[in-house]
């Protein structure tokens, strides 16, 4: 079975500086791993995805995250965090290999605070 | 350029009583997926529409929970006989591809059921 582990529930960085958001997947087969944000009271919105091609994948906002396989991880970085950062951020795996069952598995949140 | 709508926004309902959620996916949407998201938890998957046939219900939580979408496009979800453990976002998304594990989600903006 698919799953992912957020290392952490709360991240807390000030303007300006590096954003690290940790997760681990687990997977029988070659994943497909995605990143997604939630702003208060908006959609899950996607910031970026892994489908087997280039392991650096680069997102939306100046996010990126590489997926490294002999770790089984997915990290989620920026290079300066902005106050419009301040969001939830979720790991995603895909549910199977072959399309047939088209679910997304989440985990369970990252809370990612911008400090002034 | 219309993304996937919800309606309700908010809903309120006493214990026992029947709900009936709306989803308006992207036109030519062909996948249409429902997720149950609970408060501090990452949203759940419930169910998989490709255009009128439901192929997935394993996430449905009991068979008080009842999905549907008749011509391919709107869908709704149904939950008899409301409970408080019923309390949740229900987040609907849609994809353009028939294998959708690999292809983008969208997500609406969610419903809120609070059961009173």
């Known amino acids: 079975a698919q799953s992912v582990t957020q290392l952490d529930s709360h991240v807390s960085v000030s303007e300006g500086t590096p954003v690290l958001l940790r997760c681990n997947y687990s997977?029988?087969?070659?994943?497909?791993l995605f990143w997604y944000v939630q702003h208060p009271n908006k959609g899950l919105q996607l910031l970026l995805k892994y489908t087997s091609a280039a392991t650096l994948v680069k997102g939306i906002n100046g996010f990126e995250a590489e997926f490294k396989k002999s770790e089984t991880s997915f990290h989620l970085t920026k290079p300066s965090a902005h106050m419009s950062d301040a969001a939830e951020y979720f790991c995603v795996v895909s549910g199977s290999w072959d399309g047939s069952q088209g679910n997304l598995i989440f985990g369970k949140g990252t809370k990612l605070s911008v400090k002034p | 350029g219309a993304g996937v709508s919800q309606s309700p926004r908010y809903k309120v309902a006493k214990r026992g009583q029947d709900v009936a959620l709306r989803c308006d996916p992207i036109?030519?949407?062909?996948?249409l997926f429902w997720y149950q998201q609970a408060l501090g938890q990452g949203p759940e998957f419930l169910t998989y529409f490709q255009n009128e046939a439901q192929l997935d219900k394993s996430g449905l939580p009991s068979d008080r929970f009842f999905a549907e979408r008749p011509e391919g496009s709107v869908s709704t979800l149904k939950i008899q006989r409301t409970q408080q453990e019923d309390s949740a976002v229900y987040l609907c998304?849609?994809?353009?591809?028939?294998?959708?594990?690999?292809?983008?989600?969208?997500f609406g903006p969610g419903t809120r059921l609070t059961v009173l």
């Open positions: 998304a849609s994809s353009l591809a028939q294998r959708g594990f690999s292809d983008t989600q969208y």
């Open positions: 997977s029988s087969y070659s994943p497909s």
């Open positions: 036109s030519g949407h062909v996948s």
